[in-house]
């Protein structure tokens, strides 16, 4: 069988594999991370039939071409390669197709605004041919060309932002390019970042009300696009959209979120095992990280030394992809930890009656009355979730979630 595969030099994030063993059983599909020193003898190899080439070199694997599309002759940036029949390496750029396609699939009108791409690297060249040939007018934003992240201000009245650096990636969750706010008549946010889902920039956006895409839906239509190429006959358009809600859906965490005692755990676990996913429990990972229990924690240094070690330990969970994620009854009341844990995932808020809360080994539930710590919680409960599943019966509760989750 055929050997294929993206190449980097650090692709723990990628979902590449998936969305080619989901396009095709006529190649394998492996990640190739490589440093820049190796890429010569890589391509002397000619081990592989076909490569998808990521960050940082779509353009330093130029000069190992025999020959290259007119298109990156123009633009100068290669993600596609495939070794032909007579051994040749061929270089061609997908990025074009696929950002285009994310531009319809966002709904994003970008036809004679002012749209300002951050980076200037090899995605940043196909963003902006894509742009150019949508009668957009594309501005780059580099850290020390003419336009820069120091006189931004002068592009304020920006409609449009695109991300195309890797500012806010896996592992770099929690990052941004920029500020939002600086720019009065933004219209639309796209980050062709796809892990996290939601990076800091499109929650920002998120919270502002301002329409925002992720660039999971690009990199499924660059892929099938590359797969025609690696294999020589078209595929179906309408298998993009199929492997996007399919991965996007299994991509995303289940949170759940809920009082004290509500069942989170139990949930979580049939959840688990309904989807084959592994379960994290943060109260667990607490243990793991300090060698105790919540409740000695809280009895012993208080409840806000708790928090702190909370938060750290979710800010890591929310990184995860493909999980159902229990949480503490009280994480969503720090907005760091709501961030953390939506910017992966689907929030569910589990309800249940309050008379049916257990209070064995939880101090703050002992110590305060359920229905005052409920009227508080409440507000951050519904702020944070995506949807609310009240827990009656177990199977019931499982299903629906799996249902509204898009995983049914």
């Known amino acids: 069988m055929d050997k294929c595969g993206v190449l980097g030099r650090k692709l723990g994030h990628s979902f590449s594999p998936q969305i080619h063993n989901l396009l095709t059983d006529e190649y394998s599909y492996e990640i190739i991370e490589r440093e820049e020193a190796d890429l010569a003898a890589l391509f002397e190899s000619r081990e592989f039939k076909g490569l998808n080439v990521t ?47 994310l531009v319809r699939f966002s709904k994003i009108d970008v036809k004679n605004q002012k749209v300002l791409v951050l980076g200037s690297g090899g995605a940043s060249v196909a963003v902006m041919e894509a742009l150019l040939s949508l009668g957009a007018k594309p501005l780059i934003i580099s850290r020390s060309g003419e336009n820069n992240y120091d006189n931004i201000d002068i592009n304020s009245d920006a409609s449009v932002i695109v991300n195309t650096t890797p500012v806010g ?33 499109l929650l920002q956006a998120e919270k502002m009300g301002i329409p925002c895409a992720d660039g999971l839906y690009m990199l499924v239509a660059q892929a099938k696009r590359a797969s025609e190429i690696f294999l020589g006959k078209d595929i179906p358009d309408s298998r993009i959209d199929e492997i996007y809600y399919s991965l996007s859906a299994k991509m995303k965490n289940l949170v759940l979120v809920g009082m004290p005692g509500v069942g989170k755990t139990t949930i979580a676990d049939e959840l688990g095992r309904k989807l084959g996913r592994e379960v994290i429990d943060s109260d667990i990972e607490i243990y793991k990280k300090t060698g105790r229990k919540p409740s000695e924690i809280i009895n012993a240094d208080g409840e806000p030394a708790f928090r702190d070690v909370e938060s750290e330990v979710i800010k890591e969970l929310g990184k995860l992809s493909g999980k159902v994620i229990a949480t503490g009854g009280g994480a969503i009341l720090r907005e760091e930890n709501v961030k953390a844990l939506h910017q992966n995932g689907t929030i569910v808020w589990l309800t249940r009656d309050l008379s049916c ?23 951050y409960y519904e702020k944070a979730s995506d949807f609310c599943v009240e827990n009656i019966d177990v199977p019931a509760v499982v299903n629906t979630i799996c249902e509204k989750a898009g995983l049914s």
Not at 90 to 98: A, H
Not at 365 to 375: H, I, P, R, T
């Open 357 to 379: 809360l257990a209070t064995e080994d939880r101090p703050l539930s002992q110590k305060n009355s359920l229905e005052e710590m409920f009227k508080i919680r409440k507000p």
């Open 169 to 201: 990636m896996y592992p770099g969750n929690g990052e941004s390019p920029l500020d939002l706010s600086l720019f009065p008549k933004l219209k639309g946010v796209i980050d062709i970042v796809y892990n996290p889902w939601r990076t800091e920039i």
């Open 55 to 101: 960050i940082p070199y779509k353009k330093t694997v130029v000069q190992y071409l025999d020959e290259v599309s007119e298109l990156v002759k123009k633009i100068g940036s290669v993600n596609t390669i495939v070794r032909r029949e007579d051994g040749s390496l061929f270089g061609d750029n997908t990025d074009v197709y696929g950002f285009l396609g």
